[in-house]
C-alpha cells in the first residue's frame, strides 16, 4: 500500500485513483517488490482510515529519497523530471 503510494507520489499523481494506472505494470511491481497492487478503492478505504496519518510521512521520504540515493535530476522539455541512477 504505501509503496504503491510512494511511486504515484514521485511520478507527481497524489490522488489514490492514479494507481489504478500502475495496478497491470509488471515492472514497476517488481521494481518495488510489490506481490499484489491494491485496488484505489482498497487504497483509498486504507488510506482513510488507518493509515492517513502515513501520508506526511511518505511525501518526505520521497523528498528524503533523490538527494540520497546517488540521482541525477534532468528537466525535460515536458516540464517533466527524469530520474537517473548512478
Do not use: C
Amino acid at each position: 500500500m504505501i509503496r504503491a503510494y510512494i511511486r504515484t507520489t514521485l511520478t507527481g499523481q497524489r490522488d489514490v485513483e492514479a494507481v489504478a494506472n500502475v495496478r497491470k505494470d509488471g515492472w514497476f511491481q517488481q521494481s518495488l517488490r510489490i506481490k499484489q497492487m491494491p485496488s484505489s478503492a482498497l487504497l483509498r478505504q486504507r488510506f482513510d482510515g488507518e493509515a492517513r496519518s502515513l501520508i506526511s510521512l511518505i511525501d518526505d521520504a520521497g523528498v528524503d529519497f533523490i538527494p540520497n540515493a546517488n540521482t541525477f535530476i534532468t528537466l525535460l522539455s515536458t516540464r517533466h523530471v527524469w530520474l537517473s541512477y548512478g
